[in-house]
Structures are given as structure tokens and as C-alpha cells.
């Protein structure tokens, strides 16, 4: 018996996801029949009850794992033949709702702590500097002071110009087959090596398909070889059309996942991510868009590099519409009980799709309405009105970021690559004394270092990720990185280039919808900010 399908947690234990479909397989040597039992054991008792599930079942077969559950999450199978057990299973499912998994009293409860250093970049448990905190959308802190008035923030972009909107690439072709190769009759023609009229030194011989370069071993003496009785004739069918539908992947077992865990390591939500897809950059774009949609906050050391996560409070955000999103680690469960109890008070909702997290939206009812309406599933500090302005003004600007961040010696290296602001892209400079972004080329260890004038000087550079470089690079050089259309609320920013920390949260939670890319544009479209909201973001981004 094996299984197939299904998301693993992380940790010693085997548990998996009861969200996630799984399949049995049974395979046999033997071409016999088999039963399979599942052993049920009793939580009090401690007795174990066999239950015969499926009878005579004939390997190979593939059976659907929720069909033989029979409603429990621990139960073990077992694989007879005649009494005599084969193998046994012990399998282990958990999800969000059920009662063991992780409790917010149970977790560290880490936030933002307001005023210490790094902080829209960074959670942290305990700080005894803080003036206020940012846990998930609420805000409990004051406005930031002292930023001064900015330029003027375009509402074109700016580094991608009309001859790259369409920008013609070369088309390649590659020549038509002949029709009597194997790509067209199906049959391969084997060249196999000249006899030379010898008894052959080996047993084999291998020929090489003179159109595919497909392979081929056959015998070389004649008692090797097996004399063919029944001539095998290939029929010749049309290849199946492509589908040209885009399937969505399901990042649904995932997030109940990691609501029942709570909390883990950067390697444990590596391990539930790269089941999905096996992807770095997959991996990297989940984790930032589940902070941006405040369902977790993250940890980092000091050179900024994720340490653990741990899941965001759950909360109600405020939209400017006087409309209401259900924003966090809100199970599948609460969200059908909110959702009852909401209609149950007159208010409308709606799901809205955003990424890999639905959002349910409320409309039609005031504050005071919705505190008493999900008074027993949130704390009446946790609903925060028109929340993203809120966070934008508590947020400092980012050339308060640019002090803080930590600074180590500058690596050595033949060529560095240069992110040029003016077109959005890298390129190779064999110096690096211009204040930016720098890149080291993977074989040289890699790594993304942002360097002042004062670093230069020193030889000094601090370490960063390539979204926040990115736009600490256009602070520091004032040459703004962004691009905002007042008539259609929507922010643009380049490629590559999604707003870092919480800078990013204020811009997806102003809507409730990720940024969509754009790449004919080399753009990352932010939809719904509202002129006024982005004023204040604007200011903290440029100054």
C-alpha cells in the first residue's frame, strides 16, 4: 500500500492535510485477491475495532483515501490475504478546524513593535522600545511625524516607454519533417554498425533511429535472438489537441495547513510550499503575498533573512467604501459561521478571489452593527475602520529604513550587475562606486547589497531582499519607482519590484486584491487605493 496525492505537514510525525485528496494504491506479486481492513481504535478504551472496508479486492488498484475514512482523522489500514496480514497503515489527518490545532493563546503572538528598528520589515514577540504595534490590520499607534512633503508621483510609468509596449519578438521555426521520417510514419529506421563477417565479440548491438537519434539494443548471435510469431502492426492516431484553458493550482489545503500549525520555520512552509510546485520563486511570491494579505506575519534576523512565521490574528478591515474585509487566518468553518451570523444581522457578502486567499467581503452594515453581529468570533479592537490609511500613516518613511539597516564589508567580485532605475532592469558594471542596487552573480555567492554614498566611502554595503532594494535604491537616488492613476486608483510598480513589508500590506488590504502583472508593460498592477490613502503612501515611499 502506498499513498498518493495529499499534502504532508512538516515535522517527525506523519500527519497529513484533511483538506488535500490522497489516493490508496495496492499493488500485489501475487495475482491473488486481497481484503483491506481499517482498525479503529476507541479514545476512552483504548480498543481497537476492525472494520472490513473493501472485500476481495483485486491489485492493482487505486482507491479514493475519503471513502475509507469513515469520518475518523487516526485509524490504521490493513492489507490481508487469508487472515494473514500483508501490511498495515497508520495514517494521521489533520486540518483548521479541528479542535487540537494551534490556539492564538498557544503562539508566541509575534507583531510589529512600532518604533523599533526595521519594523514594517520584521515581527518580533517582545519589545520593551515599542510605542504601538501592527498586529495583522490593526493599528494601535499614532500617526508617524516629520515627513515632508514629496515630487510628484507620475501616473505613467516611467521605465518602460512606447517601444516596449510592443516590442516584436523573433518568431522560431524550425523546418518541417520529412514525410518519410518517424515523426510522420511512426516507424524508426535503426542504423546499426557494418558486420564484418566475424563471430561477435558481445551479445548486443545498438542501433540509432537515423531521424529521432532514438536507441535501439538487439542481439548479435542467433540463439539470443526470439523469433516473432505475430507480426505487430502499429495503427497511426491523431495526436490529442492542446488545452488551452488555464487551470488554477489549489492553494486551499495549504492555508488550512498552516491555520492548524500556527506557527513554523522558513523550512517548514518550504516543505508545504514546494509540494505544491516545486519552485523557489513559487515558493518566495506565496510567502509575500500571504504577508501582504496579512494572513501571516514574518520574522527576520538582521540581515533580514526569514527565520519563522507564525499565523496573523484574525481581523476585519475597514475599506474606504465603508465596505468590510475578513482578513487573516480565518478557517473555512468560521468563515461559513461569520458569513450566517452577518446575513442573520441584514448584511450582504460576497467572496472575493484574491490569489491564493478568499476574502469575504461585508457590505451594508456600520461598525457598530458589525461588532455585535461577530462579537463571539472577534474582538470588537480588532475591526478597524478604513484600515490601510491607518497603517499608512503609522508607517516612517523608507529613508528611516535606509539608516537602520545593518551594514557589512562589501564582497569582492570581477562584474556586479546594477539595477538601473531608469529602465528597470540589470545590467553589468565591473565597478560598484554609484550609489543603487547591486547584485552578485550566483557563482560569486550572490546576494543583493544596497550601497550609499557614506557605504562607498567605507566599502561598506547592507544586505537586502530585491524587492526592498529595489525601491530603497529610488529613495536614495529620488527617482520614484512608482506610477498612480487617480481616475482608476491603481498603482503601478515594476516587475520584480512588489512593495516590501508593510509598505505592501497598506497597498493589497486597501482593496482586499493582490497586484496583477502585467508583463507587456513590465509592470505590477495595485488596484483600489484610494487618492487619499495613496498620498500618505506616496510620501513615506519617496521621502
Request: hydrophobic share 35%; glycine share 8%.
Amino acid at each position: 500500500m502506498t499513498l498518493q496525492g495529499g499534502l504532508r505537514l512538516p515535522g517527525r510525525t506523519r500527519r497529513w492535510s484533511s483538506v488535500a485528496p490522497m489516493s490508496l494504491v495496492i499493488t500485489s506479486d501475487e495475482n491473488e485477491p486481497v481484503d483491506l481492513y481499517r482498525i479503529d481504535r476507541d479514545p476512552e478504551s483504548l480498543r481497537t475495532t476492525d472494520v472490513l472496508v473493501s472485500e476481495a479486492v483485486q491489485p492493482p488498484i487505486k482507491l479514493s483515501l475519503n471513502s475509507l475514512t469513515g469520518g475518523h482523522a487516526d485509524f490504521s489500514l490493513s492489507l490481508r490475504r487469508n487472515s494473514r496480514i500483508l501490511q498495515n497503515m497508520q495514517i494521521k489527518l489533520r486540518g483548521a478546524d479541528m479542535e487540537e490545532g494551534a490556539n492564538q493563546e498557544d503562539l508566541r503572538s509575534i507583531a510589529h513593535a512600532v518604533g523599533t528598528p526595521l519594523w514594517p520589515l520584521t515581527a518580533i514577540e517582545d519589545s520593551d522600545e515599542a510605542t504601538g504595534w501592527v498586529m495583522g490590520t490593526t493599528v494601535e499607534a499614532g500617526a508617524f511625524d516629520g515627513v515632508t512633503e514629496t515630487g510628484f508621483v507620475p501616473n505613467k510609468i516611467s521605465w518602460a516607454g512606447p517601444k516596449d509596449f510592443g516590442k516584436a519578438r523573433t518568431k522560431l521555426r524550425l523546418p518541417a519533417p520529412g514525410q518519410e521520417t518517424c515523426i510522420v510514419t511512426g516507424k524508426h529506421r535503426f542504423i546499426y554498425p557494418t558486420f564484418d563477417g566475424r563471430y561477435p565479440k558481445t551479445p548486443w548491438m545498438y542501433g540509432e533511429c537515423n531521424a529521432c537519434g532514438m536507441s535501439r539494443r538487439s542481439p548479435t548471435r542467433i540463439k539470443s535472438a526470439e523469433k516473432k510469431t505475430n507480426e505487430v502492426v502499429t495503427k497511426r492516431e491523431p495526436l490529442p489537441k492542446i488545452s488551452r484553458s488555464i487551470t488554477t493550482m489549489d492553494v486551499r489545503p495549504l492555508l488550512d495547513a498552516m491555520i492548524y500549525l500556527g506557527e513554523g520555520s522558513r523550512k517548514d512552509f518550504s516543505t508545504l510550499a514546494r509540494q505544491l510546485e516545486d519552485s523557489a520563486l513559487f515558493e518566495r511570491q506565496l510567502l509575500m503575498s500571504l504577508e501582504a494579505l496579512a494572513f501571516i506575519e514574518v520574522e527576520r534576523d538582521q540581515d533580514l533573512e526569514i527565520i519563522s512565521w507564525e499565523s496573523a490574528y484574525q481581523c476585519i478591515a475597514g475599506l474606504e467604501d465603508d465596505t468590510w474585509l475578513m482578513v487573516g487566518p480565518w478557517s473555512e468553518g468560521l468563515v461559513e459561521e461569520v458569513k450566517e451570523e452577518i446575513e442573520n444581522f441584514g448584511g450582504k457578502v460576497n467572496m472575493l478571489e484574491s490569489g491564493p486567499v478568499d476574502i469575504l467581503r461585508i457590505a451594508g452594515m456600520s461598525r457598530e452593527v458589525l461588532v455585535t453581529a461577530v462579537e463571539d468570533y472577534v474582538d470588537e479592537g480588532r475591526i478597524t475602520h478604513r484600515s490601510a490609511r491607518k497603517l499608512a500613516e503609522t508607517l516612517p518613511p523608507l529613508s528611516k529604513l535606509i539608516d537602520d539597516l545593518s551594514r557589512v564589508q562589501f564582497p569582492f567580485a570581477p562584474v556586479y550587475e546594477y539595477f538601473l532605475l531608469e529602465r528597470a532592469e540589470w545590467v553589468e558594471s565591473e565597478i560598484a562606486n554609484i550609489p543603487g542596487l547591486y547584485r552578485l552573480p550566483r557563482v560569486f555567492g550572490s546576494g543583493y547589497y544596497l550601497r550609499t554614498t557614506a557605504d562607498i566611502e567605507k566599502g561598506t554595503g547592507a544586505r537586502v531582499w530585491a524587492e526592498l532594494g529595489k525601491h530603497l535604491a529610488a529613495n536614495i537616488l529620488d527617482r520614484p519607482l512608482i506610477a498612480y492613476d487617480a481616475n482608476s486608483q491603481q498603482l503601478r510598480v515594476p516587475l520584480g519590484a512588489e512593495l516590501p513589508g508593510l509598505y505592501g500590506r497598506v497597498a493589497v488590504t486597501s482593496s482586499g486584491e493582490l497586484p496583477i502583472a502585467e508583463p507587456r508593460l513590465n509592470s505590477i498592477t495595485y488596484s483600489g487605493i484610494s487618492p487619499r490613502t495613496m498620498s500618505i503612501l506616496s510620501r513615506k515611499l519617496m521621502s
